[in-house]
């Protein structure tokens, strides 16, 4: 059986988890789920940072041993995991005896290597990273450039690593394994730092008491970060090479964000060359959650009330939406505001009215599930479909597009939704045989969907299932290689709603659409049940006029290649006529008409409106007017 072993960064116990960690551990248990749906033998580790100085400090300050803090923060971190639903197979603890066992023979291990040697060490210190940082990475200010704090200048004796003797075996490492550093920027970062030249670094310190000696010089304690590192090997028994070692190391993944990537894009397996093991397969650095274009953490004092969006919106949604609204790789700017709306939209709408629409129709016409015995065309093309979303996010979940993925899924779930709707299936009533296989492939496809969303939405999908009528039992991703896994004759359940549409009047402040303050007509014609079927086509605006007696509204004729609509816009206060005449913009164009200020809009323009900032939805790159936008 082949196997997965995936892990998080180890998190340190300054402070109790925030919504920071539970980004990566989310992201991390995601592909842990997947790799076991896929029938893999998995590990997941994840675990705490419980050394060095700055938690010393704060054990300190509270009056109790380094220790005794340790153990109090700990379960903070177990506990979020398990709010979380995270599938960790283990917890590592750098205070574990376990982890101090693998650490004495690694550091044995790498002072034989003949790498290690003592000298002096001066340099500017982050505290709260446990880092050293050059002039040139403090820039002007002279603060860390992560918490914007000042630095320590520290000079001491210590044993360094011969860092820079591997430096040219790390750049034939990467040029050679692309992957090894994903994404791919993160790479051309790492390639000139390697390229611009390293430097040797200190593995220990002298004036640091909260840690774990050095094996050969115990009057200095390892630097925390060497230390932690090991943690990957050091959880699977390393120390006498037990069997998880031998299984599963090299890891599959090392997932964390950007900031640690040095560690162990370069110090870690250089470490590992030195004694002689084998270089994890990849390390993987997702970006930032910010807010305010800060990274959220405990020291900036910006992190987000978690509890809160679980009681609200349910563990599901919160893990959904994390995975689903941010480029995974970039940074993602939270936003309460986005969380409504991908909740109303993505679940609410497309995948709760999916499952209550099919069972409700359902239930109205047939006492069981009745067998799809009518085939059409049409129906060829659901099942192509679901084999094609299987593929695609194999491929999509390999490479780590997380948000991608669900997209795909989602193209899926509308496309269901639209199947629906063109097939008219509630108007069937006297073609029983027809209606039937038109809600039995419906049926089927909500269980592939369900199949889909096991790693992203694990309770979701078995509630998916139980309304199918179905166990979660068996449901892998092996299932949906076969269309037909639902059995006809199933009893038909109740449809329970599973995600009840939040009010949007509860949000701070409307963000979308164009100004409906004054002269609203244009957006109340549609309704975000309605969104499914928005018609949306590039039109170019060939002609703009200020309509009379008023300050926000510009007369648009807009070309939309094999016809001509005239549109009313509250762009005004932003555009003037010449400034959109020529431009490509996107348009409502399956929009009812309507009269504004007495003049018919057959359409409307999309925008991105703030307060009073307002920018047209253009297309990136030329393309012939009345293109679909998809
Ligand atoms: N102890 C080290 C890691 C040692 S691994 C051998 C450490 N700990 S940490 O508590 O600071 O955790 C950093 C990690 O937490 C990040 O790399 C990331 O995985 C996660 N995040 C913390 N804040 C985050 C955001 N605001 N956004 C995304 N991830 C964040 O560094």
Redesign the pocket.
Known sequence: MSTFYIT?????VNAEPHI??A??TIAADVLARYHRLKGESVLFLTGV?EHGANIQKVADEKGIPPQEYCDQIAPTFTKLWQKLNISNDDFIRTTSDLHKAGIAKFFTKLYESGDIYRGKYEGHYCQPCERFYTEKELGESGTCPIHKLSVEKVVEENYFFALTKYQDQLIDLIQSNPSFIEPASRRNEIMSVLTSGLQDISISRSSVDWGIPLPFDPDQNIYVWTE??V?YITALDYHVDGEKFRRFWPANVHM??K??TRFHVIIWPAMLMAVGLPLPQQIFA?G???KDGD???KTLGNVIDMDELIEEFGLDPFRYFFMREFSFGNDGNYTQQRFVTRYNSDLANDLGNLLNRVLGLLSKNFEVLPDPIQPDAIDEEIKQMALETAEKLDQLMNQTALDVALETVWEFVRRINRYIQQTKVWSLKDDPSRMGTILYNAMEALRVISVFLTPFMPQVAAKIQSQLGIEAKGQDLDSVQEWGGLAGGLPIAKGIPLFPKKDQNRMPQKETGLDSSTDATVDNLITIDQVQDLELRVGQIVSAELVPDSERLLKLIVDLGNEQRQIVAGIARTYAPQDVIGKQAVLVANLQPAKIRGIESQGMLLAAVRKKQLSLVTVDQAIPNGTLVS
């Open positions: 998080t960064p180890i998190y340190y920071g960690h980004y990566t940072d932690a590192l943690n964390m964000a900031e640690i997702h930032w959650l910010t990274k959220i953490s």
